[in-house]
């Protein structure tokens, strides 16, 4: 039976897989038991639990009805009356915990009497006790009844606890063994899917790998262009390794064949053909538009050769006529061109003088300009002092009036410090006559005294101040009306020194102008004079280049003849 590689390795896969599953159940199993044995030792735990508070209760109850038996004090019956209902809940439990096992149900019912026949011995003995009876009371303890009804107690339960610890131990038991027989399950089933899998990987490696690492060697050496080596690798298989080494050899054999008839064209035989696989087949499509193109155009190109052969003789005989007679217009356009250079240089150093006369002419008139602009700007920087010092004429009037209304606050200020000077001292009077209660009063006096001492002589040292300024204002004012006399002479004299700038920039213009209108006339001459020199020497530089052209437009003929001799030659080497 063939099976295909995706077959094989699905059946690899599904092998592991079932172990795997398999493993898995058997651990799920064997948790599924681990929780129902820690179930049961839980169950178990709390059984003992539960007797065990129970004998703790009964002897809660002893020891009460002992402590009232002594004392007669209803306060030691406390835990008696608090074990009771704890006997019966812990009793009701132990039911509930023991309601799936048989001989724990039977050890609780002979429990019950001997509980009951405790509990009423003691309630007996409280009852005797409390009729104030204590030797009654003693005399029912001496009977030994009650330690009978605990001591059987304590066997039943002891009967109990053994047979919970034995379900214990066998519960422990199974699950070790339960874990022993999980443990060997899993690591046989790891082992066998291991080796499932070491041998399924066997398999596939020598099913699909080998094969195509052959087939990845064949195809580096069809890459590096070995079309001899051998690609069916699949030794006759039928699955899809086999089916790609079946198409890598058909790919191989019609590489083969392209090469083959490429061989051919290489060495000019063009009637090589190559039959295309398929209408998809790009390269063997290719090839034969190729071949075809090729037939064509070496037809062609045996036709034009002839044709270029014929024209190229033609094209030689005309260039050895031009070359010739662009030799002699070449040696006329020479001597004429060194005529007009002579003359242009001429032109030019007549151009040159009167340029620098005009250039000389301008940079006096911009002189003159730029003296008469300076003028204009020192009459307007005067107009602008004058009109500044004015300002500052009128600014030092307004702080004169100021000071004036300075002095008069000064005055106040001194008037108001005299006053409470004076305040101050009759407040000292005032402090005096009031003896104790005015101290306070005298020490603010004081204060006001101090202040107005201060205010007179702040006022003193302002008014010195304000007098130097005065005295500084006056001289202030005083120089400024004189530096506006001066300002108002230097502005006529500034008027006068602008008109006569003015009349001397009109005349130096004037000539400027003259000047410039003489360079523009040599300019003219020059250009001209330039355009004829640089049209003569375009003429022989045209002259000179034709006659290069000739020469090789003749040269280029020659070898077009040449060429198409050989083109001749080339095309009947090939065999369409």
Do not use: C
């Not at 030691?76 to 019966?88: D, K, R």
């Amino acid at each position: 039976m063939k099976w295909n590689v995706g077959t094989k390795i699905a059946v690899g896969f599904v092998i592991v897989l079932i172990i795997f599953l398999i493993v898995g159940a058997v651990a799920y199993r064997s948790v599924v038991r681990q929780s129902e044995t820690a179930s049961a030792v839980t169950h178990s735990y709390a059984v003992e639990s539960e007797l065990t508070q129970l004998l703790a209760s009964l002897q809660d109850a002893e020891t009460g009805q002992r402590g009232y038996l002594i004392t007669g004090t209803d306060s030691y019956l406390a835990p008696y009356t608090a074990a009771l209902p704890q006997i019966e809940q812990h009793r009701a439990e132990l039911a509930r915990l023991a309601a799936d096992n048989p001989d724990q149900l039977a050890h609780l019912d002979a429990l019950g009497p001997l509980i009951t026949q405790k509990l009423s011995e003691l309630q007996e003995t409280i009852d005797v006790r409390r009729a104030k009876d204590f030797a009654a009371a003693q005399a029912i303890v001496m009977t030994n009844r009650g330690k009978n009804a605990m001591d059987a107690i304590r066997g039943v339960l002891q009967e109990m606890r053994t047979e919970e610890e034995d379900i214990l131990k066998v519960r422990a038991a199974a699950r070790e063994a339960d874990a022993r027989d999980t443990s060997w399950t899993i690591l046989i089933g790891t082992l066998l899917a291991a080796f499932a899998a070491a041998v399924a990987g066997a398999i596939i490696t020598r099913a699909i790998a080998v094969p195509l690492k052959s087939l990845t060697g064949v195809a580096e050496r069809i890459t590096l262009g070995d079309l001899s080596v051998n690609a069916d690798v699949g030794g006759g298989r039928r699955d899809e390794i086999g089916v790609l080494a079946q198409a890598f050899e058909r790919m191989r054999r019609s590489l083969r064949t392209l090469a083959d008839a490429a061989e051919r064209v290489a060495a000019g035989d063009l009637r090589a053909s190559v039959q295309a696989q398929s209408p998809n087949d790009q390269l063997g499509n290719s090839f034969v538009r190729m071949t075809d193109n090729l037939r064509r155009q070496i037809g062609d190109m045996v036709e034009a050769a002839a044709v270029l052969g014929s024209a190229s003789s033609e094209i030689v005989a005309s260039t050895s006529q031009l070359a010739s007679g662009a030799s002699q217009s070449a040696a006329a356009v020479t001597e004429t061109t060194a005529t007009v250079e002579e003359v242009r240089q001429t032109a030019q150093l007549a151009s040159q003088k009167a340029r620098a006369v005009a250039d000389t002419a301008q940079k006096s008139a911009q002189i003159a300009q730029s003296g008469r602009k300076s003028t204009a700007d020192v009459i307007a920087g005067m107009e602008r002092i004058r009109t500044q010092m004015e300002a500052i004429a009128e600014t030092m009037v307004r702080l004169s009036e100021q000071g004036q209304t300075i002095g008069q606050i000064i005055a106040t200020v001194e008037d108001l410090a005299a006053q409470s000077n004076l305040l101050a001292v009759n407040a000292a009077i005032e402090a005096a006559k009031a003896g104790e209660q005015g101290k306070g009063f005298g020490v603010v006096a004081q204060e006001v005294k101090s202040l107005a001492e201060q205010s007179r002589q702040a006022t003193d040292r302002v008014r010195t101040i304000l007098g130097d300024i005065q005295k500084a204002t006056t001289a202030a004012a005083m120089a400024t009306e004189q530096g506006g006399k001066a300002v108002e002479a230097g502005g006529r004299h500034t008027e006068t020194a602008g008109e006569s700038i003015g009349t001397l920039a009109a005349s130096v213009n004037e000539a400027a102008q003259a000047a410039t209108q003489i360079a523009a006339s040599s300019q003219q001459q020059l250009v001209g004079m330039d355009q004829v020199a640089v049209a003569m020497e375009n003429i022989k530089v045209t002259g000179t280049q034709n006659m290069a052209s000739a020469r090789q437009l003749e040269n280029a003929a020659r070898n077009i003849n040449e060429l198409g001799q050989r083109l001749k030659q080339l095309a009947e080497t090939y065999r369409v």
